[in-house]
């Protein structure tokens, strides 16, 4: 019997409001949370066997020790669609130029974000976006994708039920995320313009930076106005730290 949910999320605040909507169609469980790896290596083998494990925009990888002991199985929401796996997806979306962005929902398996697909989410994405604008749509649609899901989660302990779509080009990494930070010499106009609309928003503290005479520069926020401008090839600097 299926009797307990465990959150995990990025922060803590979000499991109020997801056990919340689990709760109200399936009173009889119970609910832990983990926002770290360790906090959820906390969680007792006994519960494990009786849970299901939700994991809501987290980097925690789950072990896959953790994810043979759960008794009902373990499901992500993953805040980009199945074509944009891995780290940060909407920067590299917006990288590529890409027309379409979304959500998905597939169970977790030992490979991140390879799992079976269960549920999907899909919009335009609309014109000159900034990165930040583009994932607060993607999450908004993943908290669509969640609540939609909701009920089937909470009160069907069967494992759900898999969509004929299956993950599909590069899986990003945070290694790549930096590659593409760290602009080579020679960089046309064009190009610098595509990595500055993609990566010049530094929220995730890995800015846009390049090396001359051996002293690395790192792109200032302002830079991020030659986005629109190609024809500009000489954006504001700042010596990095």
């Not at 849970?51 to 992500?76: C, K, M, Q």
């Not at 609309?126 to 604008?133: C, H, Q």
Request: charged share 15%.
């Amino acid at each position: 019997m299926m009797k307990t949910i465990i959150l995990l999320t990025g922060v803590a605040d979000q499991q109020m409001a997801l056990s919340t909507l689990l709760r109200a169609h399936n009173p009889a469980l119970s609910f832990r949370g983990a926002t770290t790896a360790d906090e959820l290596a906390a969680i007792e083998p006994e519960v494990l066997r009786e849970a299901r494990l939700l994991s809501f925009t987290t980097s925690v990888i789950v072990p896959e020790g953790t994810l043979a002991a759960l008794g009902y199985g373990a499901y992500n929401f993953h805040p980009g669609p199945p074509q944009y796996p891995g780290w940060a997806p909407a920067h590299f979306a917006l990288y590529d130029g890409a027309r379409m962005f979304g959500a998905t929902a597939h169970a977790m398996a030992e490979r991140v974000d390879s799992g079976p697909i269960i549920g999907v989410e899909s919009f335009i994405i609309p014109d000159k976006i900034s990165v930040r604008g583009l994932e607060q749509i993607a999450y908004v649609r993943l908290a669509h994708l969640f609540w939609r899901m909701s009920h089937d989660l909470a009160c069907d302990p069967a494992p759900l039920a898999e969509l004929p779509i299956a993950w599909c080009g590069h899986k990003s990494t945070k290694q790549m995320y930096r590659e593409m930070c760290d602009l080579p010499p020679g960089i046309s106009a064009t190009e610098l313009a595509r990595r500055i609309r993609a990566f010049h928003d530094d929220f995730r503290g890995i800015p846009l930076t390049f090396a001359l005479h051996g002293i690395r520069f790192q792109l200032a926020t302002e830079a991020a106005q030659v986005a629109a401008a190609p024809e500009v090839v000489s954006p504001p600097l700042a010596v990095a730290s």
